[in-house]
């Protein structure tokens, strides 16, 4: 049923092109006119009708027209999350709603009436995020074993200005979505199975900059935002539906 459930999500964004371009297949790297050399399902018996994916089906995204193998798309998809979204690998555009694999915690703001360094019109947001240990789901790197949690609960910093408000909006919904953060190998210390930020950079010092991690920092809130485009939390997001 769940193989099943992935081939409704790939015909969902990709349509099967009739025509193979002369193209090579971004996924596997062999020609579109060869098949897919991943054969993930049993080939679709009569009584099913023949539905299962073939080996040779090019498939092209509906929205951005990348043309790939569909069943190499199907070997990636059921290699993620199987949230039922799709990426597509040459551009990266989003198909649906892309959730990470952040483990269960809790995200609290706080307004500080401080000025950050750069932002000396505005006060400070304050956010927590706090994680508690625990052990890996079947989304995580090695289901069943502990994972530790390290440096939470972890501060971050945003201006209170309407840029910052707006970005602190979208971190609530890569929140919601599991994107903050995920269990992985810490490229800072080295340890496995623990709580790690997943690409969207947040500002953990407040009045300095040792780090890196800090203010001031002139193109912070931008590169925020296109961190958090990548993943597909944009402001369409915040819209009502
Ligand atoms: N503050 C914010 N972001 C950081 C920090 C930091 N002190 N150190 C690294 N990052 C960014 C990195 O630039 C990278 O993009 O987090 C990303 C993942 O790096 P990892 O080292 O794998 O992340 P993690 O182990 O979660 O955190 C490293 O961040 O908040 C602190 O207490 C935390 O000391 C830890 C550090």
Redesign the pocket.
Known sequence: ASSQRAEEVIRRYMEVVPGVPDEDCIICMDQLSNPSGYETQPPATAGEGGQGILPDAVGKFVKCGHTLHMLCMLAMYNNGTKDGSLQCPSCKTIYGEKTGTQPKGKMEIYSIPQALPGHPDCGAIQIIYSILPGIQGPEHPNPGQPFTC??FP?FCFLPDSDKGRKVLELLKVAWMRRLIFTVGT????GEPD????N?I??K?EMMSNL?G?GFPDPNYLDNVLSELASQGVTEDCLKAP
Not at 194 to 197: G, L, P, R, S
């Open positions: 390290r440096g972890r810490s490229s800072t210390t623990t709580v790690v930020w690409g950079h947040h953990t780090s991690h």
